[in-house]
């Protein structure tokens, strides 16, 4: 029995709970706490007019679920003017609001679904953070543990709740958490074993500086019990410094060996490397142990190499040799990381909508210029405040021909001219106005219309042996409203083809 949970059950039937944000993680957690027979009242910006809010009422309605709703602008008043004993804050949305200390200040206690799960999870955590990788790092770990037999739950920023999964999980099974700097802001609950793939300025439309997105990340191994673990990239001197903070033991990655090292000499530390060889090495206090030469990986680029690496020291101890080499040899990839979509008279195409961020769009084309790949480049999407240094040079290594549509279309341009040094290439933008969505039935046909045009026009471009690959170098936010929505209709286009 999980005792935790069945306090905290005990603890909050009948009471008055508000849950701010309706949205992925929310709707579960509003059912969960429902049927825990919580008074729930759902919090959200967004009016009965938004698709996504009338749609969950009436999935609500029709499964007999009765809550209270406060929508629109002035959503947050009834913080204020009423007393509720929780209060579940979205993501994005600071401790520090004034509307949340005034609920603090009147008894409730302030926490998220992810914290609370984090707390009641019977079962060792696993948890990924970082700027670039985070998805495919949470992935191999999963496909990794599963390998070896274990029964694993997968969950987080990567798009599955599992707070209320919480009773269906075992002592004895795994549980994997991708962890965005938005979930780990102010949290004091920190993972058993957490990775940090790397850091580099990001979020900073929403961060009040880039500091603090960096301490952001840091919560996830900063509260871990003397027995936690924390694997760093030993390559970025940001998470490198982070091993100042642990309290656990620390374990480091990189592709060179050296770098891996750079952590001094004792033999008390892991690392993960390349030895010179190309062979995805694990080094202890015991010795070396060889993985997997990097050429027998079935996902291509250096990028994913290191995501093996840190995954590799993750889940040491609890995972065979075997196993490992078994998932690298197989594993395809995740959906919208250059997933091959189709082949069409010669020409490869390949949704990379998780490229929500200039360095995200230089790895990817890093990965197709390590292939030889060549072709042509759909982007463009809202801007992070991201710098945008060597991106212009990374994508005219792989693309001269570029279909931009997106509100980061002038920093886009920008760093070509730039970094084009001679290089000729041909860009053609498409115009992009605020304000249409897709997910709106008013202006969904514009920005169909915007993908079908700048498909066709790549398409034309594109010549036999080469590729079609959607990398946006921003959010989805300024058309869709998350980057699956939009490389989900950006697969469909394609094979509509």
């Known amino acids: 029995m999980n005792t935790m949970l069945e306090t905290f059950k005990n603890d909050i039937k009948g009471k008055n709970a508000a849950v701010i944000g309706v949205g992925i993680s929310n709707t579960p957690l509003i059912r969960w706490l429902y049927s825990l027979g919580v008074n729930v009242t759902a919090f959200d910006i967004h009016t009965e007019d938004d698709p996504s809010i009338s749609k969950t009422k009436a999935e609500f309605e029709s499964d007999g679920i009765k809550i209270s709703w406060s929508l629109g602008a002035d959503y947050l008043d009834r913080l204020m003017s009423e007393s509720f004993e929780y209060v579940f804050k979205t993501p994005k949305m600071r401790f520090s609001a004034p509307e949340l200390q005034a609920a603090k200040n009147n008894g409730s206690i302030l926490t998220t679904e992810m914290e609370l799960f984090m707390n009641l999870c019977p079962a060792r955590i696993f948890a990924v953070t970082g700027s670039d990788g985070k998805t495919t790092t949470t992935t191999l770990i999963s496909e990794l543990l599963k390998a070896q037999g274990y029964k694993v739950w997968t969950g987080g920023n990567i798009g599955t709740p599992l707070l209320d999964k919480i009773e269906s999980i075992d002592p004895g099974d795994m549980v994997v958490l991708e962890l965005s700097s938005f979930q780990l802001l102010e949290c004091v609950t920190s993972a058993d074993v957490a990775v940090v793939t790397n850091v580099t300025p990001n979020h900073l439309d929403f961060h009040k500086d880039n500091n603090e997105y960096i301490d952001a990340k840091t919560n996830i191994f900063k509260y871990q019990a003397p027995y936690g673990k924390v694997i760093l990239n030993s390559a970025c001197d940001i998470t490198y410094k982070m091993k100042e903070l642990a309290r656990g033991s620390v374990c480091f990655f990189a592709l060179d060996e050296s770098v891996a090292k750079r952590s001094g000499s004792s033999k008390l530390k892991t690392t993960a490397f390349l030895d010179d060889n190309g062979n995805l090495v694990i080094e202890d206090i015991n010795g070396r142990n060889k993985l997997i030469n990097e050429n027998d990986i079935l996902i291509p680029g250096k990028h994913n190499v290191e995501n093996y690496l840190a995954a590799a020291l993750a889940v040491e101890g609890y995972v065979s040799s075997v196993a490992f080499e078994k998932v690298a040899r197989t594993f395809k990839g995740v ?163």
């Not at 230089?362 to 801007?383: E, F, H, P, Q, Y």
């Not at 070509?416 to 000729?424: P, Y």
């Not at 969904?444 to 993908?451: A, F, H, P, T």
């Open 335 to 497: 959906a919208h990381r250059i997933e091959f979509i189709r082949e069409l008279n010669g020409v490869k195409y390949y949704n990379s909508s998780i490229d929500t961020s200039p360095n995200r769009t230089i790895n990817t084309m890093n990965a197709l210029a390590s292939r030889g790949n060549k072709g042509v480049l759909i982007c463009g999407g809202a801007d992070k405040k991201c710098d945008y240094t060597g991106l212009g040079d990374a994508i005219l290594n792989v693309c001269d021909r570029i279909v931009l549509y997106g509100n980061n279309a002038p920093f886009v341009k920008s760093i070509l001219e730039k970094e084009a040094c001679g290089r000729t290439y041909e860009l053609i933008e498409l115009e992009s106005h605020e304000g249409d969505v897709y997910e709106f039935p008013e202006t969904r046909e514009i920005v169909l219309n915007k993908y079908k045009e700048a498909l066709n026009i790549a398409k034309d471009m594109a010549k036999d042996g080469e590729i079609v690959i959607l990398s946006p170098i921003g959010t989805s936010y300024d058309h869709f409203r998350h980057f699956e929505h939009r490389g989900d209709m950006f697969r469909e286009l394609v094979n509509g083809l």
